[in-house]
Nanobody, 123 residues
Framework: QVQLVESGGGLVQAGGSLRLSCAAS????????MGWFRQAPGKEREFVAA????????LYADSVKGRFTISRDNAKNTVYLQMNSLKPDDTAVYYC????????????????WGQGTQVTVSS
């Protein structure tokens, strides 16, 4: 079992920044890949970013490329999502998730999910 807890969400003005964190417990954090997804009201869950077990490989959705950065600290069992130049369209509940190996942008390939953290970007 893996438990994931997201934090760092909040209300920010357009153009601002936030850093989300996802703390993991349970199985060995450094052995699996991590992803961030988001879901806005009335929309399907969408991929945001993913990172491999060592941090050497990352994957981003086109909509966030150049603005968001995913990283991880295996010593702290934590993955981060640095979000810059935020837009109102980034408003959503953000979820972190794990899968055993390989980066992926497909939600149903992830095995465990956190409860989510709300990000609201005002115009």
């Amino acid at each position: 079992q893996v438990q994931l807890v997201e934090s760092g969400g909040g209300l920010v003005q357009a153009g601002g920044s936030l850093r989300l964190s996802c703390a993991a417990s349970g199985r060995t954090f450094s052995s699996f890949s991590m992803g961030w997804f988001r879901q806005a009201p009335g929309k399907e869950r969408e991929f945001v970013a993913a990172i491999g077990w060592s941090g050497g490989r990352t994957l981003y959705a086109d909509s966030v490329k150049g603005r968001f950065t995913i990283s991880r600290d295996n010593a702290k069992n934590t993955v981060y999502l640095q979000m810059n130049s935020l837009k109102p369209d980034d408003t959503a509940v953000y979820y972190c998730a794990t899968r055993w190996q390989g980066v992926s942008g497909t939600a149903n390939e992830y095995h465990y999910w956190g409860q989510g953290t709300q990000v609201t970007v005002s115009s």
